[in-house]
């Protein structure tokens, strides 16, 4: 995947490809059962997507088409399709994100890698891990495409302290194959590690938000996930998946020759000569870690059998009601995006540092902040268009009761389809981009299907960051490679095996964890899941 920015080349081929795919589906004939707005939304999602695919266009001009054309085409309004790009969710990723750019400004990330690759050791397969785990745990707060990033200069590092801590090796043959197989591992383990890492928190990935945001839109009356409570539901699924990963890259890593010479010297040096921690650094780790802590205390967390924490969200909630504001009101004052936002604010407040001038530095100023990924904002705002647009023209009710065919099979397999659908089209479509089209439409089928929404609506989000075999799959596997050590082939026959891996692994999570620790039923629909989609589509 390019940045979000770039054109590729044959740019106006693709631009063309997109108005013949608007063209066909608008005009092919249709069901007659199918609305007219679905009709139109089809087409505007086929050129959409073409675009998306081959960004023929900026991502993010790409996503702002639903803001022209559904007004348009009489599918929604101006008024409710603008109110798409700057919803509850896109605030929570905006303050997730200003507070990953200042654990970058400060350095905190190098010195969280290094310390927790030190640890793991350095063995070949333990120095993969150290990476993965690493990388997994800063994935879980910035993005997967800045994590990715930040690592991959210091693999790179390492990979070349290798070869020279190798030397001479009797078996160059020996030797060079090692060094070909410890790039390939350990810079695709980082790229995994970046994926995975993304769905065990709320902000991890924004297809996570995708997910809580249509969930919260089909479903108002339905139970919501806290910040907290997504960490203790999902984390378990992450570290499965993670195992897997670190297994089907390293079963086949052996020592390298020379291995004597390998020590944990290359990772304290690095270490030390990032000296001690500033006071900036100690700052920032604060604020990461109050910001994490309120997210996961907001609501009490439950971990299937009853409650283990207080929520302080109640406890504010009853404090504004003592104090006469309206129950309403006061239940839902707050949530993830207050804490995140309110955090963004207090660093542009904290004094951080002075420079050579005398000047006071502040944990967080406006250049840095404008590094945020505003591109990745808008691509995320057309995505949550795009699920307006399907919900509002009966578009995701009409593909929601074709689903009616797995109507009757066992929920494994209902789940495990909805899996590898989810995954594999993934490899060739933004992840972003199929959770907001995907999602309504099984939001739409599980009264259908005749269970609790959550049972495919989850999985299927946790899949969409699962996609392993292309590198156009996900922008931490095209960042890995771009570093020229990865054999494409190899790649996809390594992300195959994965890719299935993570079918089971989901699907196996889902109804072994997930079902019992969320209380999802498999055979009845929660009255709240009943009439909810088709009014919300109505409402639209």
């Known amino acids: 995947m390019s940045s979000p920015t770039e054109i590729p080349k044959h740019a106006r081929r693709w631009q063309l490809g997109a108005l013949v795919a608007f063209l066909v589906v608008l005009l092919s004939p249709w069901p ?119 690592m991959l200069p210091i693999a790179l590092a390492l990979l070349s302290t290798l070869t020279e801590l190798r030397g001479d090796a009797a078996d160059e043959g020996e030797g060079r194959r090692f060094d070909t197989d410890m790039g390939f591992a350990l810079l695709l383990g980082i790229a995994y590690a970046a994926s995975i890492g993304g769905v065990t928190t709320l902000v991890g990935t924004p297809t996570n938000l995708i997910y809580t945001q249509t969930f919260s839109d089909q479903f108002p009356d339905g139970p919501a996930v806290s910040a907290g409570q997504w960490i203790v539901s999902f984390l378990p699924v992450g570290v499965v998946l993670l195992a897997t990963a670190w297994t089907v890259l390293t079963w086949r890593l052996r020592e390298p020759p020379s291995a004597e010479s390998l020590d944990a010297s290359f990772f304290t040096d690095r270490i030390r000569d990032l000296g001690k921690p500033t006071r900036a650094e100690w700052l920032m780790t604060a604020v990461f870690a109050a910001t994490a802590g ?78 945020l990924p505003w591109a990745i904002l808008l691509l995320f705002g057309g995505a949550f268009a795009l699920k307006n647009g399907f919900e509002a023209s009966g578009l995701s009710q009409y593909i929601g009761g074709q689903f009616v065919g797995l109507a009757g099979l066992p929920i494994w397999v209902v789940v495990a389809v909805t899996c590898f659908a989810l995954t594999f089209l993934t490899e060739f479509n933004q992840n972003v981009a199929t959770c907001a089209i995907i999602l309504p439409v099984l939001a739409a089928a599980s009264p259908q299907l005749g269970i609790d929404p959550r049972l495919i609506m989850i999985p299927a989000a946790v899949s969409a960051s699962c996609a392993f075999m292309l590198p156009i799959a996900t922008a931490p596997n095209a960042i890995a490679f771009s570093s020229g050590k990865i054999d494409a082939a190899k790649m996809a026959r390594t992300g195959l095996w994965l890719n299935l891996a993570g079918v089971v692994v989901i699907t196996a999570t889902t109804l072994l964890w997930l079902k019992p620790q969320l209380g999802l039923s498999a055979t009845q629909v929660p009255d709240w899941a009943i009439t909810a989609p088709a009014d919300a589509a109505s409402t639209d």
């Open 32 to 150: 007659a059962d199918l609305p007219d707005p679905a009709r139109r939304c089809a087409a505007v999602t086929a050129a959409m997507g073409v675009l998306w695919m081959t960004q023929a266009l900026p991502i993010a001009v790409t996503s702002l088409i639903p803001l022209v054309a559904f007004p348009l085409m009489a599918i929604v309004g101006a008024r409710d399709i603008s109110r798409a790009y700057m919803s509850n969710s896109i605030m929570l990723f905006l303050g997730g994100m200003v507070i990953a750019l200042g654990i970058e400004r400060w350095n905190l990330h190098r010195r969280i890698a290094l310390h927790v690759c030190r640890a793991v050791g350095v063995g070949p397969r333990r120095i993969v891990l150290g990476f993965m785990l690493a990388t997994a745990f800063l994935s879980m707060w910035i993005s997967n495409t800045a994590t990715t990033l930040l």
């Open 294 to 371: 309120l997210w996961i205390l907001r609501t009490p967390l439950d971990f299937g059998f009853g409650p283990v924490t207080f929520g302080w969200g109640d406890a504010l909630a009853d404090l504004l009601i003592a104090a006469g504001i309206d129950e309403g009101r006061a239940r839902g004052a707050v949530d993830d995006s207050t804490v995140a936002i309110t955090m963004t604010v207090l660093m542009f407040l904290i004094p951080a540092s002075k420079d050579a001038d005398g000047e006071t530095n502040m944990l967080m100023d406006w250049p840095t902040a404008r590094k």
